[in-house]
């Protein structure tokens, strides 16, 4: 099989520059190593910033997220038993979209399909090959048979555990790291949400968050040890901790349910650089990874793509290599925003483990500051709501 450019990973970087590629008359084929249903079934990302919301608008994939997703205007900072809130809108003039990355993901798909791309997923052992040259291929077994795709670009969107990345030689790669002393134990019920608005919980305790996927559908994350497993938490266990790090309001207000998803997250700052090696290129989850306390990993994701689809139409189109060129130095840009701002959210909200009364002081002191000072509280707002690209 031949195609110009092949893209490794049916995720949401993946989908969506294979359907931003489609738009410029770019022919692709995806490769992915699970089911449509497995990657549809990952409960993850909930807040999309505008910027993301254009592109998949771009992509045809923007339709159902604009009539069903829920503009939010500011979000709930939760400490010391108090909320207060921070007015995006006021702040910046501009509001995110709360819209599930599942429903993001199906909508790709259905793009996808409607269009006539070519996903294959269950393809066993994807391997890289001759990025440095002017002729990489990518090789994968399905059913048994091994098959080979020649293209003249591999876009590497197969997420932090991906191939893409690990093939490229250790000496021409340099990455960053800094992994968390906890994780997020998640869970997913249908019950209203207990607030119109996410709220973000400073507490003695741990972090928490309020988040939803619809009026119906709630998203509520705990912080938990870096270890801990699912079994541990059991539906009672897990409403009785949130109702503990809520202000007494959220307590009383609190719809619980039986649990439909429940999984643990770790958390972890990671940066790969560059993010190109010849033809081969990293995008989302592959290059970086930001704790989830920024609500930043998908909508970084969007923007890397939104660079490389443009760069691979300049080079198909205008015949020019700048935007390939200047791919990695762009996107990287962007992504260290981002892991600055995610890194800093989660400093701020969660217990550490080795800081101790005086680091709780710290923390109180900068969020007190924070819902006092219109600057500070216009900082998070700016980036909360997304960098310019
Ligand atoms: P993905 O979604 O990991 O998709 C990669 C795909 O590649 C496939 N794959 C392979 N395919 C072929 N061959 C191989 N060898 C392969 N290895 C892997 C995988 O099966 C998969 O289908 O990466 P992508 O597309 O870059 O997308 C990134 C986002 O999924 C991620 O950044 C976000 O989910 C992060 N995130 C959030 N981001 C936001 O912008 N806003 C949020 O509110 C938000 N909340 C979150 C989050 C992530 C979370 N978790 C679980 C990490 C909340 C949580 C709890
Ligand atoms: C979510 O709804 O899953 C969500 C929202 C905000 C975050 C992280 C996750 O910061």
């Known amino acids: 099989m031949r195609t110009q450019v092949a893209i490794i990973g049916a995720g949401p970087s993946g989908l969506l520059l294979g359907q931003l590629l489609h738009k410029h008359g770019i022919d692709n084929v995806i490769l992915e190593a699970r089911t449509g249903d497995y990657v ?17 608008a771009e992509a045809g994939a923007g339709d159902r997220l604009k009539r069903e997703g829920l503009v939010h205007d500011g979000a709930e900072i939760s400490f010391s038993g108090e909320r207060h809130r921070i007015d995006f809108r006021e702040l910046t003039g501009k509001a995110v979209v709360v819209y599930g990355q599942t429903e993001i993901t199906r909508d790709l798909m259905d793009g996808r399909k409607a269009t006539g791309g070519k996903t294959i997923y269950e393809a066993a052992d994807v391997s890289l090959h001759d990025f440095d040259g002017n002729n990489p291929k990518v090789r994968y077994r399905k059913d048994g048979v091994e098959h080979e795709v020649a293209c003249d670009f591999i876009a590497g969107c197969d997420g932090y555990h991906g191939i893409s990345r690990r093939s490229v030689p250790s000496s021409s790669i340099k990455t960053f790291e800094r992994v968390y002393p906890f994780g997020w134990m998640g869970l997913l019920s249908e019950t209203p949400p207990v607030s119109h608005e996410l709220i973000y919980i400073h507490h003695t305790r741990g972090f928490a968050l ?30 009785d901790e949130l109702k503990a790090r809520l202000d007494q309001k959220g307590r009383d207000e609190l719809v619980t349910g039986p649990s439909i998803e429940k999984t643990i997250a770790p958390l ?25 306390t920024g609500a930043k990993g998908l909508n970084l994701a969007a923007s890397d793509i939104h660079y490389l689809s443009k760069a691979l139409a300049e080079h198909y189109t205008e015949k020019s290599s700048a935007g390939i060129d200047g791919y990695s130095t762009r996107a990287l840009a962007r992504v260290w925003k981002a892991e600055r701002f995610s890194w800093w959210m989660t400093g701020l909200l969660h217990k550490f483990p080795d800081t101790g009364e005086f680091g709780e002081k710290m923390q109180l002191a900068e969020l007190e500051y924070l819902v006092s000072s219109k600057s500070a509280a216009t900082a998070l707002a700016e980036n909360y709501v997304g960098l310019p690209y």
């Open 40 to 56: 549809l079934g990952r409960v993850r990302a909930g807040v999309v910033e505008k910027g993301t919301a254009d592109l998949l």
């Open 210 to 239: 309020c988040s939803m996927r619809s009026p119906t559908r709630s998203r509520y994350y705990v912080q938990c040890d870096a270890g801990d497993m699912t079994e541990n938490w059991s539906d009672q266990r897990f409403w």
């Open 268 to 292: 972890r700052s990671f940066v790969a650089e560059p993010m190109r090696f010849g033809r081969l290129f990293l995008a989302g989850d592959a290059a970086h990874i930001v704790p989830p």
